[in-house]
């Protein structure tokens, strides 16, 4: 019973995988989609070393180990590609695998050996999960140990990087962007959890029993469940349309150039329209800045910037700009009898004279005079 419920479940990872991977989802999914596979063919590994039955398939003796060095930049890949819709990995970014290709590079030689001599090897001492052939420079107690300080160190700092963004998505209005930031929050967290009781188990094997020593990969195996169990749960939610700025922009063919130029692509479009929703909903807050619209939007600044740049052709802070003047123009025009410093509240200026600069330069009157003109126009209409 055991090996089926365990077999079903490692299927599961692997077709969520895979799924991830060819559908046409948001580069943070596909980057997931490679974790949960990885994750399913370690566990097949892990399942064949536990039945005593490894022997039987030689040649994927180790493998398993190189796995765990891979877990930890791609979780941290997943996380900022979540909260940056252009995430791309570049080639700065491999030097995040050099732990991986160091044991590649120490495991070489190993793998280089005849399925004979690497089934004589493992049959020397197949005793428990936790003894296994030791091969190159270091044990497989110290490689475990090595691979769970990665990924804790991955983990962490990737969760400090989205955690401000975290909090607004699970304080949403939207229910889409609640149970994600609940996804979010707590797979990181279950994955941060067991590679901790690992990282102790490992490193205190003599005080713990063996069943005590299997609670952190149990608690690993379930996070990484939970995670696929949840993304086949509610697909309408993240893997086949993730949040809509997040998405991949769509260029049809032979209208890259007209796409480029006038910015009409979907990605473009749902982004201007968010800028401005948000600025509609928040623009009388003087606490309303590019960062906190960022937040708004679960983007970074930075990505932020650059494609209201891109989009507008002005940079989001005049744009905010222009977009508080534009309604101050519209109160002033509209109710000429308002108090003046009211009207500078409600539109979000701190201060007078840094609104009268603003708005002269913008509409080429003063404020004041604007309001007198104004008054006269209604006066005039009124008789």
Same mark, same amino acid.
């Given at each position: 019973?055991?090996?089926?419920?365990?077999?079903?479940?490692?299927?599961?990872?692997?077709?969520?995988?895979? $799924?991830?991977?060819?559908?046409?989802?948001?580069?943070?999914?596909?980057?997931?989609?490679?974790?949960?596979?990885?994750?399913?063919?370690?566990?097949?590994?892990?399942?064949?070393?536990?039945?005593?039955?490894?022997?039987?398939?030689?040649?994927?003796?180790?493998?398993?180990?190189?796995?765990?060095?891979?877990?930890?930049?791609?979780?941290?890949?997943?996380?900022?590609?979540?909260?940056?819709?252009?995430?791309?990995?570049?080639?700065?970014?491999?030097?995040?695998?050099?732990?991986?290709?160091?044991?590649?590079?120490?495991?070489?030689?190993?793998?280089?050996?005849?399925?004979?001599?690497?089934?004589?090897?493992?049959?020397?001492?197949?005793?428990?999960?936790?003894?296994?052939? &030791?091969?190159?420079?270091?044990?497989?107690?110290?490689?475990?140990?090595?691979?769970?300080?990665?990924?804790?160190?991955?983990?962490?700092?990737?969760?400090?990087?989205?955690?401000?963004?975290?909090?607004?998505?699970?304080?949403?209005?939207?229910?889409? !962007?609640?149970?994600?930031?609940?996804?979010?929050?707590?797979?990181?967290?279950?994955?941060?959890?067991?590679?901790?009781?690992?990282?102790?188990?490992?490193?205190?094997?003599?005080?713990?029993?063996?069943?005590?020593?299997?609670?952190?990969?149990?608690?690993?195996?379930?996070?990484?469940?939970?995670?696929?169990?949840?993304?086949?749960?509610?697909?309408?939610?993240?893997?086949?349309?993730?949040?809509?700025?997040?998405?991949?922009?769509?260029?049809?063919?032979? &209208?890259?150039?007209?796409?480029?130029?006038?910015?009409?692509?979907?990605?473009?479009?749902?982004?201007?329209?968010?800028?401005?929703?948000?600025?509609?909903?928040?623009? $009388?807050?003087? &606490?309303? &800045?590019?960062?906190?619209?960022?937040?708004?939007?679960?983007?970074?600044?930075?990505?932020?910037?650059?494609?209201?740049?891109?989009?507008?052709?002005?940079?989001?802070?005049?744009?905010?700009?222009?977009?508080?003047?534009?309604?101050?123009?519209?109160?002033?025009?509209?109710?000429?009898?308002?108090?003046?410093?009211?009207?500078?509240?409600?539109?979000?200026?701190?201060? !007078?004279?840094?609104?009268?600069?603003?708005?002269?330069?913008?509409?080429?009157?003063?404020?004041?005079?604007?309001?007198?003109?104004?008054?006269?126009?209604?006066?005039?209409?009124?008789?």
């Amino acid at each position: 019973m055991y090996s089926w419920v365990y077999t079903i479940l490692c299927g599961l990872l692997l077709f969520n995988g895979l $799924s991830l991977i060819s559908r046409k989802v948001a580069v943070n999914f596909k980057l997931l989609g490679v974790f949960y596979m990885l994750f399913a063919y370690q566990m097949f590994i892990t399942h064949f070393r536990v039945a005593g039955t490894i022997y039987l398939l030689p040649h994927l003796f180790k493998t398993g180990s190189l796995v765990g060095y891979l877990y930890g930049p791609i979780f941290y890949f997943f996380l900022n590609a979540t909260i940056q819709a252009d995430f791309k990995l570049r080639i700065k970014n491999f030097i995040h695998f050099i732990p991986f290709l160091l044991h590649l590079i120490e495991l070489f030689p190993f793998f280089l050996l005849s399925a004979e001599e690497k089934r004589i090897l493992y049959l020397k001492n197949p005793q428990t999960y936790f003894m296994d052939v &030791d091969w190159g420079y270091f044990s497989q107690r110290i490689h475990t140990i090595l691979k769970c300080t990665f990924i804790i160190a991955y983990t962490i700092f990737g969760y400090f990087k989205i955690e401000p963004i975290l909090k607004n998505m699970v304080n949403s209005e939207v229910p889409q !962007n609640r149970i994600f930031g609940s996804f979010l929050k707590w797979s990181t967290r279950l994955l941060l959890i067991s590679a901790v009781l690992i990282l102790i188990t490992y490193s205190l094997y003599w005080l713990f029993p063996l069943n005590f020593q299997l609670l952190g990969h149990y608690t690993f195996f379930v996070s990484a469940v939970f995670g696929a169990l949840f993304l086949m749960l509610f697909p309408e939610i993240t893997g086949w349309s993730i949040l809509s700025f997040a998405k991949e922009p769509v260029i049809e063919a032979g &209208d890259t150039h007209n796409s480029k130029t006038h910015k009409t692509d979907e990605l473009s479009t749902k982004i201007q329209e968010s800028f401005t929703r948000v600025m509609e909903e928040n623009f $009388s807050n003087p &606490d309303l &800045d590019v960062g906190k619209i960022a937040q708004l939007l679960f983007m970074s600044e930075r990505t932020l910037y650059r494609k209201i740049k891109e989009i507008l052709g002005i940079s989001p802070n005049e744009v905010l700009l222009e977009f508080r003047l534009k309604k101050a123009y519209e109160a002033i025009q509209n109710e000429p009898g308002e108090m003046l410093g009211n009207i500078i509240k409600q539109t979000g200026f701190m201060t !007078n004279s840094y609104f009268s600069r603003c708005f002269k330069k913008k509409y080429g009157i003063l404020p004041s005079d604007f309001q007198r003109e104004s008054r006269f126009k209604i006066s005039e209409i009124k008789r």
